[in-house]
C-alpha cells in the first residue's frame, strides 16, 4: 500500500471524524436548548397552579358568600369525572361490561 493511498484514507477519516465531531456540537446545543425550554415550561406551570389555587380559593370564598357549599360542588364533580374516567377504559381480559 503507497503512502498516497494511506493519506487519502486517513484525509476521509479525518473529514468524517470532523463531520461527526460538528454533529455532536449540535446535539450538544439542542439539549441545552430541551433543557432551558423544560425549565421554562416548568416555572409556567407552576405559576399557572398557584394561580389555579387563588382563583379555587377565591371562588369558594365567593360560593361560601352565597350560601353555597363549594366544596360539596367539587366533590360531585370529582366523583362524576372518576365515573366517566373509568367507563372510558377498556375492560380488563376475562371483564365484560354492563350495559
Known sequence: MGLGSTAKKLQGMSERAEA???QVQELQQRITNLEEEVDDTHDTVNRIDHQLTEQRELLLAMAEQQGIDGEEILADTAID???LES??????PGET???
Open 20 to 22: 461527526l465531531y460538528k
Open 97 to 99: 361490561t354492563a350495559e
Open 87 to 92: 367507563d372510558d377504559e377498556p375492560a380488563e
Open 81 to 83: 369525572q372518576a365515573e
